[in-house]
């Protein structure tokens, strides 16, 4: 099967061989293994050893975001999101459960928030202490580049946290070079084409030291997780993770290495998002962001308003070519989503391009497809 989703992506068998193994991870190998990972972590966030560190939190990204958010907004304290999407939607949720007074910056799904719109947000509410940014909107598919908003969050004096989930690794991010920001998440089933299991966080050091008691939970509490790892170990846990999870992040980072790290990544996943985007259209979709703002993690297209549409059937037809993409969407308006990441190439979005064309002819509704 040829997953196109954002997450859980396809991966290599590499990857997924050594999830068969029994292992422990108190176990003084795996300790060493585990601990000679973080460093490696820190590297691709272009975060630098010694000043900062890689934090891993079992379980999923939202949890992470969350424990991101607890740990440096002080509880009570004013955070802006920046609300483009549907996953800025969530983290707006998350804030407010979480007891934090979110200030929402909205703008369409459509385009990267505007830098000015920022500014000026900033200057009307001067008692917001950070920001939170998406930087990829796994909705929608746009970027809001954090080297674009980073230096108006600094020069406002602001502190920036950088959910860059779905397109850690791909993206180019250096945490050295954003002084502003307190911390950047990923998980290990996006771009760095891992299994699901694990968030992750980088942040330096010092900002950690400053966050003591903030978060209000034991178990999303990035401080802890540090000052137990300073106490304990870098190959120490605090509860039992997902170790298979953490081996196979190892295989998917060497592989990573192997390909020519962040600038390869992203060129091929660039060149899966052409053929995607351009394929798409010649079959007559109308894409839901113009190609200008158009990222290289997720395509959205319109469905067809056609009397023979039907996206479950659409969907099921397309898994039984051997294609999977989601069967929901996650943009103001209903739209096919397939994502350009994961262990995949632009034969398969040539492929999976042939089965789109053929499930339209079977349904009846025709190339091209009327949006
Ligand atoms: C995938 C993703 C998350 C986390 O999703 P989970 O389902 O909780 O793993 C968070 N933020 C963004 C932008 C994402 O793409």
């Known amino acids: 099967m040829l997953l196109l989703i954002p997450g859980p992506v396809q991966t290599r068998p590499e990857v997924r061989a050594v999830m068969g193994d029994d292992i422990a991870p108190w176990d003084d190998e795996f300790r060493a293994e ?15 050893e010694g000043v900062d560190v890689a934090l891993p939190l079992p379980g999923c990204g939202h949890m992470i975001v969350e424990a991101a958010v607890r740990t440096f907004v002080p509880a009570g304290g004013k955070l802006l999101v920046v609300r483009n999407g549907n ?3 969530r983290l707006v949720r998350l804030a407010t459960e ?10 369409p799904d459509t385009e990267p928030m505007a830098p000015e719109k920022l500014a000026q947000a900033l200057r009307e509410n001067p008692d917001v202490s ?16 954090p080297n674009i908003l980073g230096p108006v969050i600094h020069a406002a004096g602001k502190r920036m946290i950088c959910d860059a989930v779905s397109g850690f690794g791909a993206l180019p991010f250096s945490l050295s070079e954003h002084p502003e920001c307190d911390v950047v998440v990923f998980t290990s089933n996006k771009c760095l084409e891992a299994l699901p299991g694990f968030g992750f966080a ?42 298979q999870a953490l081996r196979a992040f190892r295989i998917a980072m060497d592989l990573y290495d192997a390909e020519g790290g962040q600038p390869a990544r992203l060129a091929r996943y660039a060149r899966n998002r052409d053929v995607l985007y351009d394929g798409l259209v010649a079959l007559g979709f109308t894409p839901y962001v113009e190609r200008r703002h158009q990222g290289p993690i997720i395509v959205n297209v319109h469905q067809p308003r056609h009397a023979n549409w039907d996206f479950r059937r659409f969907i099921t037809l397309m898994k039984q070519r051997g294609v999977l993409i989601s069967n929901f ?15 995949i190439t632009e034969d398969d979005m040539r492929f999976a391009l ?12 025709g190339v091209p497809a009327a949006a």
């Open 202 to 243: 980088v942040a330096p050091i010092a900002r950690l030291e400053a966050s003591a008691g903030n978060a209000g939970s034991w178990l999303l509490d990035l401080h802890d997780v540090y000052r137990h790892a300073v106490v304990n170990g870098w190959g120490s846990f605090r509860f039992t993770p997902a170790v």
């Open 130 to 145: 950070h920001v939170a940014v998406i930087v990829s909107e796994t909705g929608s598919g746009i970027v809001n580049d």
């Open 329 to 343: 969407w996650n943009t103001e308006t209903p739209t096919i989503r397939i994502a350009c990441i994961g262990a």
């Open 354 to 365: 042939r089965q789109i064309e053929a499930t339209l002819a079977e349904m009846g509704v």
């Open 98 to 107: 979480a007891g934090r007074v979110v200030v929402p910056l909205a703008g």
């Open 34 to 48: 585990y601990a000679a990972m973080r460093p490696r972590i820190v590297r691709i966030a272009g975060g630098t």
């Open 87 to 89: 996953y800025a939607d």
